[in-house]
């Protein structure tokens, strides 16, 4: 992989995480559980968002 692919894919990470965040900041979750969630995205990046995409606390 080449320098400039490698940044792409950092910077898609990064605004997924993000969004992760705030979306998970956004839901009706208990504190408790947005800190666990966050925690999980952060300390497992790829598998803590695929995990958070199916399991996740949801906005309704």
């Known amino acids: ?3 400039n692919f490698t940044g792409v894919i950092g910077i898609l990470h990064l ?9 998970i900041l ?3 979750a208990s504190q408790g ?3 666990l969630w ?3 995205v952060l ?6 968002l695929i995990i958070w995409i199916i399991a ?3 906005k309704y």
Do not use: C, D, E, Q
């Open 38 to 40: 966050i925690l999980l």
């Open 33 to 35: 559980k947005k800190v």
């Open 26 to 28: 956004n839901s009706r």
């Open 43 to 48: 300390v497992f990046p790829v598998v803590g």
């Open 1 to 3: 992989m080449n320098t």
């Open 56 to 58: 996740g606390p949801k």
């Open 15 to 23: 605004a997924l995480v993000i969004w992760a965040a705030v979306s």
